[in-house]
């Protein structure tokens, strides 16, 4: 059965995966100047971000929200998703008063900057209210149009909510919709079936949705207690209160809204496949090293990863410390750890380890001959002492060993090995198996 | 950072984890005599799985009922779930012509009983329609109930399909259903808001459904060519052509059915999780042994597993080898792998593999007096090559080692972190690292 195992992690029937939205961006945060259809956003827009949720259909004790992904709670990679538009002046985050302390440290810890967050209120219209509110009162400018999303929803994308500010400055509101995918249907008191609804006609009601300033505040204030303790639909306020159609506006799967158990794992797997598109072999430049790196970015590329090789990471080479997640040193018949712990200072001088862990792999080819004398040349502790000490600084490093042979067919087995072996411990980022000396 | 990393295969945040639904039966296939409710089901129940479905919206090539799950198509597990139920009498599953090849080979390869497979129509409504037909052609008893499902959802429990199965006897159709986790709203032709839904009257319809043999073959009889072709709710032509009102039932949330990319990673996460609940640990019952097996289970406890302990799998034990899927065999100073190829054997003499690929962990506790002769005193290419050829046979053979101190604070390092690669191993099942000997 082995064909069957081979590319497991990204499903085996998976060549042609659509590609998941942009999260993780290459540049600083707030310096993104992408401008979707070529014209720029010239308006103030603000971000309210919900995120007051108890987590009661995962069944889980903590919120979805505050759930950590590969060490990073759910609600940081939602506002770093806002925090890399440049267009976007400010993000209100609406926290349940238990957990303003928890959100401040998250803010902090996480670096992310144009964020406040304030105390939500005992329902979901109540808490976007007080985010609206708030940014009434800072001391930026007021906004022109107010963006609403969820905190549980990590995936958004520029292209949308440019589209979504634009049409809710023209239209005074908009949303994002998606297709239904059950029928829906009406039910009696009993249980019983009273009518299925025409899928055709019916969408699914999503977020972001945009509202000018002016909309969104006159609907809370005009709304119903009943509104406010029942709603849970804002497009619908701005219809009922300010006679406001909004323009619906179809968004990718990607906008899914974490909500059961099921989805903390699919949220978790498109971050890692995200995280696991390419490396970087780093060659040190010897030419034993470059046919290895050479003959890797073949075999990784068919397991639908890409490799750059380089030989250092000076002058232009620079640039993979800022936009690289995983790094490949090939060290050749050196068994010190010497160029694996200079990636290692590099990666830390970059800060590059803030958002995600860094998968750092160091490839030792070693020569035939010292096969014969030492067996395993590299003592196992010195590696695991590296990474235990790396692994503190949210880096993953993992060693592999293979052996100089001119046996080309042996050697292409040892080559494969490396490649599948490589591409399962970026896929994986497991912290257990960090330090490991594998062979090949 | 490090805390973060521990335990995050399953979620660090999730104490409390609800469990999944039972799919991966500990009896064989077809002996399941579970009576939800005490009473049995007594009269023919047979099954109805269209599995015609293209996969266009998870973006791939292959259609998401034929992707493969830790080397097995997802039919297969829906399939199984079906055939596990004692009182499901037949399964009938429609696939479009030029894969029924590929079917019949399915149900082959993983020795499927009590399944058909027949050539399905251009619309989902007359291939379920092919389906039903098919029932009434067999050599076995014409069903009281049919059962519809679909393919794309793997996780139906009995306990919902004996509700199901007793409604719809009683009711004349009945059918699951889900809260809508989205507003529901109609859109004008324009593409702007019409109105919106008030989200407590509605409900999603999902999969199962039944019917009575007479109530599906009257409503495909008398429907409207406008009903083959557009139409996709059963429940709806049981109402409007036979005017029986289905019963609606609450089902769990794994009924969800796989429809994005995103499910796709969901599937594969809830069924490894089921896999890797508990494993059980042989100690050939040295003292040595039973005392590392202690601490193991207290440890891998503290990470959300269950380690069971025994000397050996013969007598008693042997009823290990038909419900359990993790295996730990723990060697005491002997660097030989006789141990761990017994295990092996046994394994595949009780077929153990067939539907899911197994994993056998072997501990190597070596004595501290080898160390400082040899230093690996296992030879690595052993144990790879051993690995090499159990993987053919889908069982993932790694290695542990460790080594045997009288320093209390190092011993237990290393039981933690025998601990930590044990259920990290488990929990991944990474094909690629098969045959690697690590270091605790």
């Known amino acids: 059965m082995e064909d069957n195992h081979i590319n497991m992690q990204s499903h085996s029937c998976d060549p042609d995966r659509p590609a998941h939205p942009g999260i993780f961006p ?19 827009v603000s971000v309210v971000l919900p995120a007051g949720g108890t987590g009661e259909r995962t069944g889980l004790q903590t919120p979805k929200q505050f ?33 303003m302390d928890l959100m401040t440290d998250i803010v902090k810890r996480f670096q ?48 949308l909510l440019y589209k979504i500010a634009m049409a809710a400055k023209e239209q005074g509101a908009a949303g994002a919709i998606r297709p239904l995918v059950s029928t829906v249907i009406a039910t009696t008191s009993e249980g019983y079936l009273d009518h299925s609804l025409e899928r055709a006609k019916y969408r699914a009601s999503e ?50 809204k974490v909500t059961y158990k099921r989805d903390l794992a699919a949220a978790e797997s498109i971050i890692k496949e995200t995280l696991s598109r390419s490396a970087c ?35 232009e080479n620079a640039r993979y410390l800022l936009k690289e997640w995983n790094f490949i040193q090939v060290s050749v018949n050196r068994s010190c750890l010497s160029e694996v712990e200079a990636v290692l200072t590099d990666l830390e001088a970059a800060n590059r380890a803030l958002l995600h862990p860094l998968v750092v792999i160091w490839v030792h080819l070693s020569g035939s001959d010292e096969l014969s004398v030492s067996g395993r040349e590299v003592e196992p502790a010195a590696i695991m002492d590296l990474a235990s000490a790396a692994k503190l600084r949210n880096i993953l490093l993992y060693g592999i060993q293979l052996h100089q042979t001119k046996d080309t067919e042996r050697w292409e087995k040892s080559v494969l090995r490396v490649a599948e072996i490589t591409s399962a411990l970026i896929r994986e980022r497991s912290p257990a198996l960090v330090g490991q000396l594998l062979q090949a």
């Not at 290459?26 to 103030?44: C, I, L, M, N, Y």
């Not at 964020?115 to 001391?139: F, K, Q």
């Not at 007021?142 to 958004?156: E, G, N, Q, S, T």
Request: with cysteine.
């Open 26 to 44: 290459t540049r600083e945060a707030g310096k993104s100047d992408h401008q979707p259809g070529g014209s720029s956003v010239d308006f103030p």
């Open 67 to 99: 759930c950590s992904f590969l060490g990073r709670p759910l609600i940081s990679y939602t506002i770093q998703a806002f925090e890399r538009v440049s267009w976007i002046q400010s993000i209100v985050v609406v926290v349940a008063k238990e957990n």
């Open 112 to 159: 992310h900057k144009k964020v406040r967050a304030v105390p939500g209120g005992s329902t979901r219209h109540r808490s976007i209210c007080n985010g609206v509110r708030a940014l009434g009162d800072g001391e930026e400018e007021r906004p022109k149009v107010v963006i609403i999303h969820d905190a549980v929803r990590p995936f958004v994308d520029e292209d």
């Open 207 to 256: 977020m972001p949705q945009g509202f000018t300033y002016d909309v969104i505040c006159q609907a809370y204030q005009k709304c119903s207690e009943s509104d406010f303790e029942f709603g849970t639909e804002c497009l619908h306020l701005a219809l009922q209160y300010c006679g406001t159609t909004a323009k619906l506006i179809q968004g990718p799967p990607t906008l899914w």
């Open 281 to 315: 072999v780093i060659t040190g430049g010897s030419e034993q090293a470059v046919t290895l790196a050479d003959a890797l970015q073949k075999a990784v590329g068919a397991l639908d990863m890409e490799l750059d090789v380089i030989p250092d990471l000076m002058g």
